[in-house]
C-alpha cells in the first residue's frame, strides 16, 4: 500500500519517546498491562491508527460462539523528529485484503516460526532475559519492518551505530524480495552480513488484542523505535 509519514497524536508519542531515553530490558519488558481489544475497522473508518474511542475493555468487547484464537503479531512504530515534532511512519493498507482493509496502520505482521529459532539469540543484543515467546516478537518486529520497508533496524557486528542508508539500500536490494519469498531467512541475511539487530534500541510499550467477535484475530505487541540516522522506508 501506499507508505508515508504522518504526524501523530502528541500524547501517544509522549510516552513511547519517554520510554526510549531508559532502554533497560526489565523495565520495557515488565509485564503487560490488561490487553486492549482494537476495532480496527473503526480505525480505518477514522483514518487514525487508534483512540480511545476506538478500543474497550476485554470485559465490554462482545463474544463469539466459538472465539477465534488471535495470532501473536508484532507492530512497530518508526519515529523520527521533524520541523513540527515528531513523525511516525504509516502504511495504508490495500483495501483488497481481507483484515483492515485501507487502514492507517504501523509495518507489523504475525509472527513466523522462524522468528524464535535459538540461532538468532547471539545476533541480538540486550535479549538474554527474555523467554522465547517475547524474543519471537522482538525478531519478528525488525523482520517485519525491514520486509515492509527496507528499513534494517541492525549494525555491524562490534560497532555501536546502526546500519548507513547506503550499506541497508545495499542489504535491500540483495535479500528483501527474496526475504519475502522465503527462499532466504532472516539468520541467512544476519549471518551473509555480519550483523547484529538493535533489539537492545526497541521498546515495547502496548499490548492489543481483536475483539473475540471478529472472524480474525491477533495478539498484538506493539513496539517503538528511532529511524536509523540516514535510513528512509518506502
Excluded at 472465539?67 to 512504530?77: E, M
Excluded at 516478537?137 to 546502526?162: D, I, M, N, Q, W
Excluded at 540483495?174 to 527462499?183: I, S
Aim: net charge negative; with cysteine.
Amino acid at each position: 500500500g501506499e507508505k508515508y509519514f504522518h504526524r501523530l497524536l502528541f500524547a501517544v508519542f509522549r510516552y513511547a519517546h519517554g520510554a526510549l531515553q531508559d532502554c533497560r530490558w526489565p523495565t520495557l519488558f515488565r509485564a503487560p498491562e490488561q490487553p486492549r481489544y482494537m476495532d480496527l475497522a473503526g480505525a480505518a473508518r477514522a483514518g487514525a491508527p487508534a483512540g480511545d474511542d476506538l478500543l474497550s475493555d476485554q470485559a465490554n468487547a462482545p463474544v463469539a460462539n466459538t472465539p477465534v484464537v488471535p495470532r501473536p503479531a508484532s507492530t512497530v512504530l518508526l519515529l523520527r523528529d521533524a520541523p513540527r515534532g515528531l513523525e511516525g511512519f504509516m502504511v495504508a493498507r490495500n483495501k483488497n485484503i481481507k483484515f483492515a482493509s485501507g487502514a492507517l496502520v504501523f509495518p507489523g505482521g504475525r509472527v513466523d516460526a522462524a522468528d524464535s529459532d535459538p540461532r538468532l539469540r547471539p545476533h541480538c543484543a540486550g535479549v538474554d532475559d527474555l523467554d522465547d515467546p517475547a524474543f519471537a516478537l522482538l525478531v519478528s518486529a525488525v523482520r517485519e519492518v525491514f520486509e515492509e520497508t527496507g528499513t534494517f533496524l541492525a549494525r555491524r557486528k562490534g560497532e555501536v551505530a546502526p546500519l548507513n542508508g547506503g550499506d541497508a539500500a545495499v542489504i535491500a536490494e540483495r535479500y528483501r524480495d527474496n526475504l519475502l519469498a522465503e527462499t532466504v531467512s532472516l539468520l541467512d541475511i544476519i549471518e551473509a552480513e555480519n550483523l547484529e539487530l538493535l533489539t537492545d534500541q526497541i521498546a515495547r510499550f502496548a499490548h492489543w488484542v481483536t475483539p473475540e467477535s471478529r472472524p480474525i484475530r491477533f495478539d498484538t505487541h506493539f513496539y517503538v523505535a528511532v529511524m536509523p540516522p540516514g535510513q528512509g522506508a518506502e
